[in-house]
């Protein structure tokens, strides 16, 4: 019974999908036809050399599609923000300007809060976008441009809770919100600064100089040394490896874990061992200036834990560590 049960919750799940993804396609294949591909574009006309910002609306479930794509505007490089129409006709309104574009979500096209401040927004000289599932609607009769989000069927059994064109309106606001990416040549680095508390904002934004251990903390060992030294200075410092230098402070090499661990494997005896003898010579190194993101490419590509920060002249900055790339969460 339950195997059944189970069997029949999957189809139901398979079946919400399809419906779904037929909606979405739907979507697609409709922006092929020309008055559908030409109200896009026009949308795009409108929204792209818009001096004010994108005011996304719209109640219940559209509401909630509405803020999500009022809020992809934005971290995607056009301003926008989410109004709710039934506030806006109680003093929100006040937030609208005659340089922005209003983006009103109805699925119907008739949704009341809506169609009472629409002429308000009009008559003060902002653009009206409307997205509904019915041309012949009030709200797309009003717009300067309508896109239709029209789909056969909901993938509720009943055809009634909104499902599939709630993914459909977001789907087409998500398209428009890349493509005006695209046409401002909005880059990576752009939308890091619109996520600086993100792991994204994170690796876009973080440079080796901001994670790197520097000064007094970065562990070094004089060649001369010996074993026992270099070993105390490692634990001290607690980065699993030392910086090997000269009289100068010229960095001779580095001295890891692993360097140890072959020592050992070739002999118990740290006696008469030097230095020179078991660190790893010409150990990889980076500029200070670079995105940390990219040490762990190079950390990754030659298997390495670690990497000497060093400048123009090759002098000694900083250490960075993978586990210092792990705390700053850049990983």
């Not at 902002?126 to 239709?148: E, P, W």
């Not at 752009?190 to 993100?198: L, Q």
């Amino acid at each position: 019974m339950i195997v059944k049960q189970n069997e029949k919750f999957l189809d139901l799940a398979k079946n919400t999908l399809q419906i779904e993804s037929t909606g979405i396609d739907q979507l697609r294949l409709r922006l092929d036809q020309e008055i559908h591909g030409q109200a896009f574009l026009s949308a795009i006309e409108l929204i792209l050399p818009c001096a004010g910002r994108v005011v996304v609306s719209g109640m219940g479930k559209s509401g909630h599609i509405a803020n999500k794509i009022a809020a992809t505007f934005a971290s995607t490089g056009t301003p926008a923000f989410f109004v709710h129409p039934a506030e806006a006709s109680h003093g929100d309104l006040g937030m609208i300007q005659q340089t922005d574009i209003f983006l009103a979500l109805s699925y119907s096209g008739e949704t009341v809060e809506l169609l009472t401040i629409v002429p308000q927004i009009k008559r003060m000289g902002a653009k009206l976008i409307a997205m509904t599932g019915n041309s012949s609607s009030t709200l797309a009769k009003l717009a300067d441009v309508h896109l239709d989000v029209g789909i056969e069927k909901e993938a509720c059994p009943f055809n009634l809770a909104p499902t599939a064109s709630t993914t459909a309106t977001l789907a087409l606001g998500d398209a428009l919100a890349i493509v005006l990416l695209d046409a401002r040549d909005f880059r990576a680095d752009d939308f890091a600064r619109s996520h600086p508390g993100g792991s994204l904002g994170r690796r876009l934004l973080t440079h080796v100089k901001d994670v790197m251990r520097s000064g007094t903390d970065i562990p070094m060992t004089h060649v001369n040394a010996n074993i026992k030294e270099a070993l105390f200075e490692i634990s001290k410092k607690r980065l699993g490896m030392t910086v090997i230098i000269d009289d100068q402070e010229q960095v001779q090499g580095i001295f890891t874990d692993g360097d140890l661990r072959r020592m050992l494997e070739k002999s118990l005896s740290l006696e008469g061992v030097h230095l020179q003898d078991v660190m790893t010579h010409h150990p990889r190194n980076i500029s200070k200036d670079i995105l940390a993101a990219q040490s762990v490419e190079i950390m990754e590509r030659f298997r390495i834990n670690h990497l000497l920060v060093v400048d123009v002249h090759g002098k000694l900055e900083g250490v960075l560590s993978m586990h210092d790339l792990l705390a700053s969460k850049i990983i």
